[in-house]
């Protein structure tokens, strides 16, 4: 089955050390041969600044990742671009489609003539925060807990009028109602069920009902500290969050936000995005064999084809 992929680290990667190929380095995740064996069709990859990074270079490290992503992700032959996510359909059999996000406007700052810049470079989809505070939001690494501030309801007012996603996955408790309640396209990009894990990072079970209820989608991820609050974690651990959700009403709106490349351990027999036949083979075990296309790509599809971009 084909797969979409809500959220991967490669750019961070391929940033940190300009010797890395994305074609086949071992290191990477999601690195081109294993998105093929995977028969992962479009990947989300995400622009992230540690927060390490001076304020006054940040931006340059999101045009670095950036730079990555045209010179050494997009200049692959059958790796295409997704501008809009109209465009997936477009894609021909052994194509990969290729979306840009960003994670956290740090680098952006309240400059809002560079996230113009971002709308233009095809940027899909948004999340206000990491875990920290910046200038738009708290994230929920944030002991404060605050919400939006009023440049961050201007950005995701923006967002609205251009059809790029909201991504609500780090935001702070309170951020996240007050995102949900002016956003027009929203996304979980990788997160997963607080009643399973209690860890922060995970959406509480009202958070999980609010996006159902709103026809949005949630990317499970595949973190073990984020799916069973341990260093390691088995697919029948990820399943249980997945079935959690869709006994919440929620069976077609999963699916998958593997956060590969940003996570430091992985989930036994899926250790990278060419495994993820190992998940498949096992979701069919629980699930229809029309539920378990949703979560591969179908409910992503459901939720997204009416933005144009």
């Known amino acids: 089955m084909k797969v979409i992929d809500t959220h991967c680290d490669a750019l961070l990667k391929l940033w940190r050390d300009e010797t890395k190929s994305f074609i086949n380095d071992p290191e990477i995740d999601t690195n081109a041969n294993r998105l093929k064996a995977g028969n992962v069709y479009v990947q989300?990859?995400?622009?992230?600044?540690?927060?390490?990074?001076?304020?006054?270079?940040?931006?340059?490290?999101?045009?670095?990742?950036?730079?990555?992503?045209?010179?050494?992700?997009?200049?692959?032959?059958?790796?295409?671009?997704?501008?809009?996510?109209?465009?997936?359909?477009?894609l021909s059999d052994g194509e990969i489609g290729a979306v840009l996000t960003?994670?956290?406007?740090?680098?952006?700052?309240?400059?809002?003539?560079?996230?113009?810049?971002?709308?233009e470079q095809g940027v899909c989809s948004i999340g206000l925060t990491w875990n920290d505070a910046n200038l738009c939001a708290d994230g929920i690494g944030e002991a404060r807990g605050a919400g939006l501030t009023q440049l961050g309801k201007k950005v995701v007012e923006m967002n609205n009028e251009r059809a790029v996603t909201n991504d609500v996955s780090h935001l702070s408790i309170r951020a996240f109602w007050e995102v949900i309640e002016r956003s027009t396209h929203?996304?979980?990009?990788?997160?997963?069920?607080?009643?399973?894990?209690?860890?922060?990072?995970?959406?509480?079970?009202?958070?999980?009902?609010?996006?159902?209820?709103?026809?949005?989608?949630?990317g499970t991820v595949f973190f073990p500290t984020f799916v069973k609050c341990e260093q390691e974690a088995t697919i029948t651990d990820l399943i249980k969050h997945i079935d959690y959700i869709a006994g919440r009403g929620g069976v077609s709106h999963i699916g998958f936000g593997s956060d590969f490349d940003g996570i430091k351990h992985h989930i036994t027999q899926l250790e990278h995005s060419g495994m993820y036949d190992?998940?498949?083979?096992?979701?069919?075990?629980?699930?229809?064999?029309?539920?378990?296309?949703?979560?591969?790509?179908?409910?992503?599809?459901?939720k997204s084809l009416f933005v144009i971009n």
């Open 186 to 218: 929203t996304i979980a990009s990788h997160s997963n069920a607080f009643a399973i894990c209690q860890h922060d990072r995970n959406l509480r079970d009202e958070q999980i009902d609010e996006l159902i209820k709103q026809n949005c989608f949630i």
């Open 44 to 90: 989300f990859f995400a622009i992230w600044v540690p927060d390490r990074i001076p304020q006054e270079l940040k931006f340059q490290v999101v045009l670095d990742q950036m730079n990555a992503f045209y010179e050494r992700v997009l200049s692959l032959p059958n790796i295409k671009h997704i501008r809009s996510y109209s465009q997936i359909n477009q």
């Open 102 to 119: 960003l994670e956290g406007m740090d680098a952006v700052g309240s400059d809002l003539g560079k996230l113009e810049w971002l709308y």
């Open 278 to 302: 190992q998940l498949i083979n096992e979701l069919c075990k629980h699930f229809s064999e029309e539920e378990v296309k949703g979560f591969c790509h179908g409910n992503f599809l459901s």
